[in-house]
């Protein structure tokens, strides 16, 4: 990757989708919604990037009902380009999911319906730890006294390039008021733990629409839904989901900061651009020339080379 600023390029690309919502059999959400389709042209979105992210993480509600079928679906459409991408697929559990089928079909074990489905990842010295936020029977979120004290001590000891967080319900108020009442509880308990370690990012899903706060001076990014997102311009004290505006995260981990990208979701109309070769033609001058090529006002580089590629 070139670089043609003061940063160096990332050391880490991860991609971050939420809220895949599966039914069985291919069934449309809520009778109307092609949880598939969205999803398939996310994926090949990514994969035309061609930025090869070393983790896929999906922020829980993978299945809507839970249903065994919607989880063969759901890997079996993603594997395949994980593995042409070398990307390691990181699951979350979330509150529409159940154990049982999770646990069994993505991680190939006994179903086991009991346990909170955490688990710590090695991305290249980056760790991302997958924390089951998910009360079987509820909506809302929890993290046990027993899941945050094995939380504390995963970070006790830090990683080569920290750590990302990734869970399904946010640590984050909603503009929507009630979404309140399927929020994560007690969050201070965890707030308790993670502070002052090498976490320098929470990655969640749960509102399916896109937001960004901090908690215990983290940032938390929630990545919206790929199957429908919720309006946030919808009048006051109604709730409103839409089958448009899905979207993805892609995010950079760079040496000092971590960066959160949405990524629309769909086929659009280009109407502007540059190729690849302008490109190689702006890294192969010197800082001072690139600047007058394409930061001056008067610069002509960038018309000529615009109309030379139509
Ligand atoms: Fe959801
Ligand atoms: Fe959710």
């Given at each position: 990757m070139m670089q043609l600023g003061q940063y160096a390029p990332p050391t880490h690309t991860i991609a971050h989708l939420s809220d895949t919502h599966y039914l069985g059999g291919r069934r449309a959400l809520y009778?109307?919604?092609?949880?598939d389709r969205t999803l398939v042209r996310a994926i090949e979105q990514l994969e035309r990037s061609?930025?090869?992210?070393s983790a896929i993480v999906i922020t829980g509600d993978l299945a809507d009902l839970g249903e065994p079928d919607a989880y063969v679906r759901l890997r079996d459409e993603l594997e395949p380009v994980a593995n042409r991408m070398g990307s390691k697929i990181i699951w979350v559990m979330g509150n529409?999911?159940?154990r049982g089928p999770f646990s069994s079909i993505l991680?190939?074990?006994?179903?086991?319906?009991?346990?909170?489905q955490d688990r710590v990842y090695d991305i290249d010295g980056l760790r991302i730890v997958a924390l089951d936020s998910s009360v079987p029977g509820y909506h809302h979120g929890e993290l046990t006294d027993d899941q945050l004290s094995w939380l504390e001590e995963v970070l006790a000891i830090p990683a080569a390039h920290g750590t990302l967080l990734a869970l399904h319900h946010p640590p984050l108020p909603s503009?929507?008021?009630?979404?309140a009442i399927i929020e994560l509880q007690q969050q201070q308990k965890l707030a308790d733990v993670i502070?002052?370690?090498?976490?320098?990012g929470i990655l969640a899903g749960h509102l399916h629409y896109s937001t960004n706060g901090t908690f215990a001076g983290i940032p938390v990014s929630v990545a919206s839904a790929t199957c429908y997102t919720i309006d946030t311009?919808?009048?006051?004290d109604t709730l409103l989901g839409v089958d448009g505006g899905q979207s993805i995260n892609l995010v950079n981990v760079y040496v000092d900061t971590v960066t959160h990208s949405i990524v629309p979701i769909g086929d659009f109309t280009q109407v502007a651009g540059f190729s690849g070769v302008f490109l190689e033609k702006l890294a192969s001058m010197t800082p001072e020339e690139r600047r007058e090529a394409f930061?001056?006002?008067?610069?002509t580089f960038s018309v000529a080379e615009a109309e030379s590629s139509q």
């Open positions: 009778g109307k919604v092609d949880t061609g930025t090869n992210p529409h999911d159940e991680f190939g074990g006994d179903s086991d319906d009991a346990t909170p503009p929507i008021e009630i979404m502070r002052g370690t090498d976490v320098r311009s919808a009048p006051q930061s001056s006002k008067t610069s």
